[in-house]
T-cell receptor, first 109, second 116 residues
């Protein structure tokens, strides 16, 4: 079993739709969590950190469920510019950071 | 500098040649990571530096791969006797010492390596 698992997708949604991604992690001692975004042929960039209490940044909402060991990302009112690969990232303590393989999102007009 | 920089941005080499990839982290960042990303794949961890030392080299694919960091800043990743399967994008990331355990990695643009 991979340490961090994501549905690879692709998710194909129309503009304005709401879409949600889940990510599961295997190490219960994991300490911090992030969502990164990677555009085609570009480097990953931090989208948002994921806090225990959940957090929101505009149209994006991240949730953490420690009991079930998953994190989620919700995108409301999808835009064409949201099309990208979304990477789930888990820090298991100290330096060790594990990246998921990513979920691809295509938003269509 | 404003962000992580890497050079060269693209490298084409012949099988069997050695290549050296460079990473300049964000000034003041003590942690530096190297990853590899093959086409359409996720990030593969290669090595991590804390200062000039590398506590974890377990991700290096073979003994043809080595990395060093000097002065707690610039890092070089060297691939000896390159093979076609080494073709990938090599990404470098640096990380500061954040508070409350949230330590974000910032990536450079990567070096696209093609081994013919």
């Amino acid at each position: 079993r991979k340490e961090v698992e994501q549905d690879p997708g692709p998710f194909n949604v129309p503009e304005g739709a709401t879409v949600a991604f889940n990510c599961t992690y295997s190490n219960s001692a994991s300490q911090s969590f992030f969502w990164y975004r990677q555009d085609c042929r570009k480097e990953p960039k931090l989208l948002m950190s994921v806090y225990s209490s959940g957090n929101e940044d505009g149209r994006f909402t991240a949730q953490l469920n420690r009991a079930s060991q998953y994190i989620s990302l919700l995108i409301r009112d999808s835009k064409l510019s949201d099309s990208a690969t979304y990477l789930c990232v888990v820090n298991t303590g100290g330096f060790k950071t594990i990246f998921g393989a990513g979920t691809r999102l295509f938003v269509k007009a | 500098g404003a962000g992580v920089s890497q050079s060269p941005s693209n490298k084409v080499t012949e099988k069997g040649k050695d290549v050296e990839l460079r990473c300049d982290p964000i000034s003041g960042h003590t942690a530096l990571y190297w990853y590899r990303q093959s086409l359409g794949q996720g990030l593969e961890f290669l090595i991590y530096f804390q200062g000039n030392s590398a506590p974890d080299k377990s991700g290096l694919p073979s003994d043809r791969f080595s990395a060093e960091r000097t002065g707690g800043s610039v890092s070089t990743l060297t691939i000896q006797r390159t093979q076609q399967e080494d073709s990938a994008v090599y990404l470098c990331a640096s990380r500061g010492t954040g508070t409350s355990g949230f330590q974000t990695q910032y990536f450079g643009p990567g070096t696209r390596l093609l081994v013919l």
